[in-house]
């Protein structure tokens, strides 16, 4: 009983360790493409580079949507 407890609270400690990286990191790179924003911005004047504004917004979506999923995923498996 006690390894399976051992287990468990080892389980929970290294998970939360992860998350607390996979958070800050995003939020990192939401500060880093944030802060390319402008250059991101004149790609939209440009047929050319529209191609890089969109893959752009793509990424800082992603970006911004890891840390609130990443949450809710950690709220269930909490919950669980």
Do not use: D, N
């Amino acid at each position: 009983i006690a390894a399976g407890l051992f287990a468990a609270i080892y389980t929970l400690f290294t998970s939360a360790e992860l998350a607390l990286h996979i958070f800050l990191l995003a939020h990192i790179a939401v500060a880093l493409m944030f802060m390319i924003a402008p250059l991101a911005w004149l790609c939209v004047f440009f047929k050319r580079t529209m191609e890089h504004f969109k893959s752009w917004c793509s990424v800082t979506i992603g970006f911004v949507l890891q840390p609130i999923i990443l949450t809710l995923f950690l709220m269930m498996f909490i919950l669980i």
